[in-house]
């Protein structure tokens, strides 16, 4: 499958500025579906193309997977995953052009920010729905849609048409829009994922469509597409989108699904770092005097269960928003069978950390593990509202992975993050400079920890930020 990308802003070779790839590299990035690679077929003062070809191995999908359902027992074999626009292209806009698609762009940052021509060709993308869809879709956001239907078969025109088209949207707009607009409709135009929809899905779509999604004519439909018709799912986003209270949810702190929590273990196991990370964590809450404290982002309470086993502290509360991941950590503290004294100590709550919660209030310490990586830029900047100027623990610990890092690791590397749910990876140098501008407009101190082996190149795996109010 092929997505081209056209500006004839001038000088148009800052497109490679934009996108963090350079015009005169071919560019290979290794997916768990296949390849994808970025080259530039064009590129000149007056108009510069990039093109991102994936290359899908639909045997290496199944293999190894034999409950798999599909169609029909040809149906590994025989399918159109290699030729046509799907969710596995929205996956690799989001892994291959991340910092684009974020607005980021350290070269160029006024042209990030601002519109300029642009002309995305997709030479095979599913409608289904008809060329009627693909314009109720894109038209609302000021696209001009052509598209041009393919028949199943030329030699057999009696077959009628295909749903298939090849199709150029152009507009005036910031590049991290039309990359944004891609990534969410892609799959709904297709009607169809290739990857598990669960809670993270919500977030998803949420922070991709916080600035237009809510707006859109066809949001209902998008929405519904988009989590694959799983009512629950789509009913809490679309609540959130409309600012109305839902019944399942009260917010959107990021909830990582177990394989993909399970999948970034295997990773750090060599090092023992999810152990050490909770250790320098729990040192610092018991060196601060807390005896209140908040682990936003609980997930599975693995942290909850070594506060629990700290007679200072006296009320640990861990927050969620995934209702699985609290009932995992409820059964995995055996909350049940606590001891009356011991359960008083403890609570789970459904919540979030994006909107302002009266329960978060008069804590002595707030623990954030390995959560931020897992937001996107907009609701990173409600994160920090809540946290540190409604909340205001006395004591912030807040730890994320060192970009820096990765190079360490042969199956991740410098181009890639360490998982599939992470919007973003830190540098040493970035994460301090967030941390002191956070610190500085909401009078906290704060100092900085390496957990994990310190390498004299690239630093430890994790980096801790230890926020302590200024009274």
């Known amino acids: ?62 293999r190894g997977k034999p409950h798999r359902q599909t169609s029909g027992p040809l149906d590994q074999y025989v399918n159109d995953r290699p030729y046509v626009a799907s969710s596995f292209l929205s996956v690799a806009i989001s892994r291959v ?38 314009n109720r879709l894109f038209a609302p956001l000021g696209y001009k849609v052509t598209a041009t239907r393919h028949s199943l078969d030329d030699k057999f025109p009696e077959w009628g ?12 707009c910031r590049l991290s829009e039309l990359l944004t607009h891609l990534y969410v409709l892609i799959p709904v135009l297709d009607n169809h994922k290739h990857y598990w929809v669960g809670d993270q899905e919500v977030e998803n779509l ?17 929405t519904k597409r988009y989590l694959k018709y ?9 609540a959130r989108l409309r600012d109305e209270p839902d019944s399942d949810t009260e917010g959107n702190v990021p909830s990582v ?29 018991k060196g601060a005097g807390a005896t209140r404290v908040l682990d936003l982002g609980c997930g599975e309470g693995k942290l909850l269960r070594r506060l629990l086993d700290e007679r200072q502290f ?18 995995r503290l055996k909350l049940d069978r606590l001891p009356e004294r011991q359960r008083q100590r403890i609570r789970l709550m459904h919540g979030s950390l994006m909107y302002r919660d009266r329960r978060f209030h008069g804590f002595d310490a707030a623990s954030v593990v390995e959560v931020i990586e897992h937001l996107d830029p907009p609701r990173l900047a409600a994160f920090e509202q809540v946290v540190f100027s409604h909340a205001r623990p006395g004591t912030v610990v807040v730890t994320t992975p060192n970009r820096e890092y990765n190079v360490r690791w042969e199956s991740v590397g410098p181009d890639r ?16 400079e967030w941390a002191r501008g956070l610190a500085e407009q909401h009078r906290y101190e704060v100092r900085f920890l390496n957990i994990g082996v310190e390498d004299a190149e690239v630093g430890s795996p994790t980096q801790a930020a230890v926020f302590e109010q200024v009274q």
């Open 1 to 62: 499958m092929l997505l081209t990308i056209t500006t004839t802003h001038e000088p148009a070779s800052e497109l490679g500025f934009l996108l963090y790839k350079h015009p005169e590299k071919v560019q290979t990035f290794d997916q768990s579906f296949g390849k994808a690679v970025v080259y530039y077929p064009d590129v000149s003062r007056e108009r510069c193309t990039a093109a991102l070809l994936l290359d899908i191995d639909p045997i290496s999908l199944v």
């Open 97 to 134: 052009f991340g910092s684009a698609m974020a607005g980021k762009c350290r070269e160029r940052p006024a042209l990030a920010r601002k519109s300029i021509p642009l002309r995305a060709e997709i030479d095979v993308l599913p409608s289904r729905g008809g060329p009627e869809l693909l």
């Open 161 to 172: 048409e295909s749903p298939y088209y090849s199709v150029i949207l152009e507009r005036e």
């Open 206 to 222: 949420l922070s991709k469509g916080a600035d237009w999604l809510g707006a859109h004519p066809e949001s209902e439909l998008i």
């Open 230 to 238: 799983q009512r629950s799912l789509a009913r809490e986003a679309l």
């Open 257 to 285: 699904e177990v394989g993909h929590i399970q999948e970034e273990e295997q990773l750090e196991a060599s090092l023992s770092l999810n152990d050490e990370r909770l250790g320098t964590v729990l040192s610092v809450l």
């Open 314 to 331: 006296t009320e640990i509360v861990g927050v969620d928003v995934s209702i699985r991941s609290l009932e995992t950590a409820a059964s």
């Open 417 to 432: 993050l360490r998982h599939r749910d992470h919007r973003f990876e830190w540098t040493r140098e970035e994460f301090q």
